[in-house]
């Protein structure tokens, strides 16, 4: 089993920044994509950012510029975590923020339970 425990939500002003931890642990034995993903009250889950085993990233357009993905893998790989930077925070960024990583060679998708981040203008 894998566990993903996510920190960091809350409410800011626009402009605003704020910083998303998740920490993966459990059956992992490797290093995994990991991102974030939200969802907006009446929207599909969207992804935001992820980040590849070889540290490459991708980005939602929405986000480039003003939010990083990065990532801390434990030398003895049974805890991943990864983080996310939020800068220059939107009121249209409001959402839940849910911490993914895809685990094996078929990958198995794990979530975390989700952070509420909420942008007032």
């Known amino acids: 089993q894998v566990q993903l425990e996510e920190s960091g939500g809350g409410l800011v002003q626009a402009g605003g920044s704020l910083r998303l931890s998740c920490a993966a642990s459990?059956?992992?034995?490797?290093?995994?994509?990991m991102g974030w993903y939200r969802q907006a009250p009446g929207k599909q889950r969207e992804l935001v950012a992820i980040?590849?085993?070889?540290?490459?990233?991708?980005?939602?357009?929405s986000v480039k510029g003003r939010f990083t993905i990065s990532r801390d893998n434990a030398k003895n790989t049974a805890k991943n975590t990864v983080y996310l930077q939020m800068d220059s925070l939107k009121p249209e960024d409001t959402a839940v923020y849910y911490c993914?990583?895809?685990?094996?060679?078929?990958?198995?998708?794990?979530w975390g339970k989700g952070t509420l981040v909420t942008v007032s203008s």
């Open positions: 980040m590849f085993s070889n540290d490459i990233t991708n980005y939602a357009d």
């Open positions: 459990g059956s992992i034995f490797g290093i995994w994509p």
């Open positions: 993914n990583i895809k685990v094996g060679l078929r990958p198995l998708d794990y």
